[in-house]
């Protein structure tokens, strides 16, 4: 999330578009109930489904699964069209004026530069005009033929409300009504919220989505605002941690990257990642990438990380491919190429695409070993349960660990909300028999690892014997340790460059915020991003202090939210360009002459001039990008792509099958189905008495929701002869599940032109372990393809049958 | 954290001064030890409260756990309720039917209690030592790597990586948890590295 859950309060419009709040995030959506209380917010769904957040909802549309970026382009095609533009801070705060390269274009649904061989482009064109001074060139008058505004305009000219209708399936009316709703908020003094969840992640164009909505909430000036934003509703407690410490193939703490073949040494890899500003005078915060890298690789290698070793850059592994993602480690664990694969906490047999491949690949792992609280599917794949999970034992020649894990009343820790708070949290109980810590089982292994290498030799030790273990118990690390790790520490006396006289810092002590890490070996740090959460004033983490100045939600004393205890990403933009906020009565900084102040830390330094500093730091030219350069595969601008599996071709070019540069393995490419042997349109979705696989475990939630049913709507219950509450037989080109039927007005056949499109919605919660009945979930359905850019799995459009399944028992 | 004044206990001893005064002020002083006697006190007030969060979704609202023991004081501890925290800013006390239900999470049946190995083609699960367990993966790891590791490419640049083997990461252990699960795979070279937030 840009802001934060108790953000919510302050909107004028929220549009939920790609998640269900109300279910899946109910706590949270109190803040939605909060403004439209107390403000008179409007909600705006738009879901396949009818959902529980539609059910409280001033306006809902329907939209066909995976059609978004054609409801978005409609949108922001509409604004531009009905000038509901904030012109001033498209003009200021994004590159509306930047000019693009003349051989850059768009034509027949792809952009300039595709291979189809490749599956890829070539991104040259992709690009600013850059002028002798070695800036971007820039027309602030938005007139330019080449400038990013006049592309933008054209781009989105095609999305009509007639061909919203015809793609998305969405009445031409009810988008109508909602795009003068939406144009409403580009008023400099009413803002719109997005909350958006995993509704718009999984899709093999699922990045695209996202930046589609991003797109139309810098048009209408709603980013860096109290009650705007981009607010990535995430799934997990802890995902949003997880994720910025880098537990990814290609990340390194604080959004650092892996490096890969092509860059063999430091020198290569630090060359790509200068960030010199695009704009004169603008912040260009990577700058700092190399005080970042060092410290992490003292934190990682302390003595050993030097500057005559590069940092012992050797150390870290380098990629071939872009990633080694869960997609292609079961392509190769399928392959027979995987050996020993670890889950800790993760439950892959329900939680990956096309479950018949995911058991035939853990059926060719020598040793699999999970980590976990629960008795989960995953380390019982070999099991045989019946229709459930019919697997012949006997062949099945993995061995498998099944390890006791604590759960969060066992230990203690911060988790990052959504909102990027990192909440300190204690432990209340004694963990249930033999279960120990994750970091205890870390330690041991690792250090069972080290012992083996001292004694034997082997294979490139060093990473493994010059990892620094400086803890006092070295057998489990205490959180408190690891923490102040992340934060950083000064290695040497930090010194003030302008006044070296001065000591920052001394030796030893916790550094104040990443400020103060340097590339010169002198501090460690391992996250750069969560810096200042535990420094020499303590755990900033566990402060509890709820009071909230002015009401502004904000709760600045409360834990620490990353970066800097900043609260709301971006708001320098919520003030013009004389540094005085867009709307008084929702003031978040404001210029005073000399310095900025108000109710959050200014995410430019303090003392930058508004005219001069644009608020977008992280970025090299200073403003927000409508038009992203070659910085995603799959284009510059979004663009619709169908789904790999859909019921209808692709309106601008029939032959396109999905997204055109998605990584596909020719296993996979087999399987996907056409809408001829499988016409009905699929979608997956939680409910709000489950969270994942987990609360079936529950007896109380199991009763809550006892059974798997897939729902469907009337009209197709009609079709097809199936009986409320009946059985039926639901199937793709992957593998079949069987369930009762929920026959509900929630869905409605949609019209997509001239083809009526039956959509059905199948919840993900049951298995075969647990306290509640045995089920299905949708992964036994869903094809076997990730996004263009992140590879995450297309589990929310996708292609099936149903029949009626009449007398069959399923136990 | 332990909350230092326990709400609980001080609902107790406020409650046990208003018996005791109006039961004086009747006259009934000496029926002041056989109430004492059979009142039975809050079930709560001899718990330990410490301030949580809920480990499901990301909005992440306090909670507070009752337990049975004080782990802090070195006891066994056993948790017995969990309600949502109303100092905390986001839930402010709220709790969804997931969070409400907690505490049956926390003592299923189905948690782990002891390392089990399934043997290849066996049909079932036996037990096995923590002993036993961690050496069994040490030797895998140090073997498959010994055997495996990617020191240079076609090129003779040194990319240092390790393909056969793959670590899977969760989504709700802690910050603390993740940089020490980092720092080992990491330095052992493994680039098939995930986490829940790829799906």
Not at chain 2, 115 to 141: M, N, Y
């Amino acid at each position: 999330m840009t802001n934060s859950w108790t953000d919510i309060k302050n909107t004028d419009l929220v549009v939920v578009m790609g998640g269900n709040a109300a279910e899946a995030h109910p706590c949270g959506f109190k803040w939605v109930t909060e403004a439209k209380a107390n403000r008179g917010a409007k909600l705006i769904v738009v879901d396949p489904r009818f959902t529980r957040t539609a059910s409280v909802a001033d306006y809902y549309a329907p939209i066909r699964p995976g059609s978004d970026i054609a409801f978005l382009m409609g949108l922001i095609n509409w604004m531009i069209q009905n000038d509901k533009v904030q012109w001033d801070y498209v003009r200021n705060f994004t590159n509306a004026g930047l000019i693009v390269r003349d051989d850059f274009g768009w034509n027949d649904g792809l952009f300039t530069g595709y291979d189809p061989e490749k599956r890829d482009y070539d991104k040259t064109s992709w690009d600013y005009v850059i002028g002798d001074d070695g800036f971007a060139q820039v027309d602030m008058t938005l007139e330019h033929p080449r400038c990013v505004w006049s592309l933008l305009k054209e781009h989105v000219s095609r999305y009509t409300p007639e061909l919203v209708e015809q793609v998305c399936g969405t009445p031409r009316d009810r988008f109508l009504k909602i795009a003068e709703m939406i144009g409403e908020c580009s008023a400099p003094d009413r803002t719109m919220t997005s909350m958006y969840a995993l509704g718009w992640t999984q899709h093999s164009k699922g990045a695209q989505n996202i930046r589609g909505m991003a797109m139309l909430q810098l048009i209408l000036g709603n980013i860096g605002v109290r009650g705007g934003g981009m607010n990535a509703l995430r799934g997990h407690s802890n995902i949003q941690g997880l994720t910025d410490i880098g537990l990814m193939s290609n990340l390194i703490p604080g959004y650092l990257n892996i490096p890969t073949e092509s860059e063999p040494d430091w020198q290569t890899y630090m060359s790509s990642r200068r960030f010199t500003p695009l704009r004169p005078g603008q912040t260009s915060y990577w700058q700092n990438y190399p005080k970042f890298m060092v410290s992490f690789m003292k934190a990682m290698w302390g003595d050993a990380a030097t500057a005559e070793n590069d940092w012992a850059y050797d150390y870290l592994p380098k990629l071939d491919v872009p990633t080694y993602d869960i997609l292609r480690m079961f392509e190769l664990m399928d392959a027979g190429q995987v050996n020993l694969y670890f889950c800790q906490g993760f439950n892959p047999l329900l939680s990956f695409p096309n479950r018949a491949k995911v058991t035939s690949a853990l059926s060719r792992l020598k040793l699999l070993v999970v980590m976990d609280p629960l008795a989960t599917e995953t380390a019982h794949f070999w099991e045989n349960h019946g229709a459930h999970n019919d697997v012949d034992t006997a062949s099945i020649q993995t061995e498998v660990l099944e390890l006791p894990s604590t759960c969060f009343a066992e230990d203690d820790g911060a988790l990052v909300n959504s909102g990027r708070w990192l909440q300190w949290h204690w432990s209340a109980a004694t963990p249930p028999g033999q279960a120990r810590h994750d970091t205890w089982i870390m330690a041991q292994i690792f250090l069972r690892v080290k012992k083996l290498y001292q004694e034997e030799g082997g294979v490139f030790p060093d990473p493994i014997l010059n990892l620094t273990w400086d803890y006092a118990d070295p057998d489990e690390p205490s959180p408190e340790e690891l923490a102040k790790e992340m934060n950083g520490r000064a290695l040497e006396d930090v010194r003030d460059p302008a006044d070296p006289t001065r000591v920052l810092t001394a030796r030893g002590k916790q550094l104040l915020n990443f400020s103060q890490y340097r590339d010169d070996g002198t501090t460690m740090g391992a996250c750069w991003i969560y810096s200042g959460c535990w420094n020499e004033e303590g755990n900033n983490m566990a402060r509890r202090d709820n009071t909230d100045p002015d009401d502004t939600g904000a709760y600045p004393n409360w834990t620490f939210s990353w970066p800097l205890n900043r609260r709301i990403l971006y708001n320098r933009a919520s003030a013009d360009m004389q540094g005085r906020p867009w709307d008084p009565s929702r003031k978040l900084l404001e210029w005073d002459g000399t310095k900025w102040t108000g109710y959050d830390v200014p995410d430019i330094a303090p003392t930058a001039r508004p005219e001069e500093v644009g608020p977008f730091i992280m970025n090299q030219e200073g403003v927000s990008r409508l038009f992203t350069r070659g910085m995603m595969r799959d284009g510059p601008f979004p663009t619709h792509m169908e789904p790999f599996e859909s019921p209808l071709a692709n309106v601008f070019n029939p032959q396109m099958r999905g997204n055109p540069v998605a990584r596909v393995f020719a296993s996979d490419a087999e399987q996907f189905a056409t809408s001829e042997e499988f016409p009905i349109a699929a979608t997956s979705y939680r409910l709000t008495e489950h969270f994942h696989y987990w609360t079936k475990h529950n007896r109380v939630n199991a009763a809550l929701q006892p059974e798997f049913f897939v729902e469907i709507s009337e009209e197709l219950a009609a079709e097809k002869g199936i009986q409320r509450g009946g059985w039926v037989r639901v199937w793709s080109k992957r593998g079949e599940v069987r369930a009762k039927a929920l026959v509900t007005g929630r869905l409605k056949p949609m019209q997509c032109g001239d083809k009526l499109v039956h959509v059905i919605g199948i919840p993900l919660h049951w298995g075969f372990m647990g306290a509640a009945r045995k089920g299905f979930g949708p992964n036994s359905l869903t094809p076997f393809v990730g996004d263009a850019n992140v590879e995450t799995p297309e589990f929310k459009a996708f292609l099936v049958n149903i029949e009626p399944a009449t007398g069959e028992a399923v136990s | 954290m332990n909350i230092d004044l326990s709400r609980r206990g001080f609902l107790k001893l406020a409650g046990a001064g208003v018996a005791a005064t109006s039961l004086g002020a009747m006259g009934f002083g000496g029926a002041e030890a056989a109430e004492q006697a059979h009142v039975r006190a809050f079930k709560l007030a001899s718990t330990t409260e410490t301030r949580n969060t809920c480990p499901y979704c990301s909005v992440a609202c306090g909670v507070i756990i009752y337990s049975n023991g004080d782990l802090k004081a070195g006891q066994e501890a056993r948790v017995v309720h969990i309600e949502g925290d109303a100092d905390h800013p986001t839930n402010r006390g709220t709790l969804c039917p997931k969070g409400a239900a907690l505490k049956d999470f926390v003592n299923a049946e189905t948690r782990l209690t002891t390392p089990r190995i399934r043997r290849p083609g066996a049909a079932s699960f036996e037990e096995i030592s923590w002993e036993e367990a961690l050496d069994k993966i040490a030797r895998a790891l140090k073997d498959d790597r010994d055997a495996n590791m990617v020191l240079t490419n076609d090129d003779g640049v040194p990319v240092n990586r390790w393909t056969t083997a793959g670590y899977l990461a969760a989504s709700a252990t802690t910050n603390e948890t993740a940089w020490l699960t980092y720092k080992t795979v990491r330095a052992m070279g493994i680039v098939g590295f995930d986490n829940q937030a790829r799906v």
